[in-house]
């Protein structure tokens, strides 16, 4: 008697897209990242160049519910120190954007919201994450840094003499970044293998991540 057939597992891959459709990308078996590059629009880029200009602390965390498909996002409790600021309802009308995408995509009733101001590297080795899926954009100084499949060996991750020096791929600032995590279903060994990048003194980000909560 033949033995039954095992299934082919699909390739661990990434992809990109210069439209919000690519996100879409990330249902897809084998498919850990998902990029839709994008060009930010021009006032909610000088908004967020004015935030590191400042340079006043920003740690912000919401959890939204979302009880109905139609309903958009309740944001107004999102850095609100920064309401008499040119460029925040823009910015605050893309991250609701965001926001919704993200829960269409998913199907998710419940997302955390996290933005921050950041002066050094928030996660600074390369890992992955424990979530079924992150949404990563940075609105302003350099973006998160990510590894194909094979360039670090997994079993490694905690060491950082393992760490690659070369065949690093960054995410430029505005692009918007689906990254599956080890909770999702069938890709519990194949997280996407990333970390912030490393800032110089005077360097700062703006980063906004969302997670699918349920």
Known sequence: MLAPATPLRAVVRQTRGDTPLALSDILEDGVNLALWQRQLPLHIAEFGALLVALDEPLAESLVIE?????AAPNLQGLAPGCRDLEGYEGFIADVSWLVSAFAC??????????????????????????????????YAGIGSQWLREGVMDRRRLSQPQAEPTACIEQIHSGEVALL???KWHGNEDYGLIHRSPALKADERRL??????LA
């Open 105 to 138: 995509l998913l199907g998710a009733k419940r997302i955390g919201v996290r933005l921050r101001l950041l002066d050094k590297a928030m996660c600074p080795r390369f890992h992955v994450d424990h979530v079924p899926v992150r949404l990563i954009t940075t």
């Open 66 to 70: 979302l009880n109905s498909e139609d």
């Open 207 to 212: 980063i906004l991540t969302l997670d699918w």
């Open 180 to 182: 599956k995590g080890t």
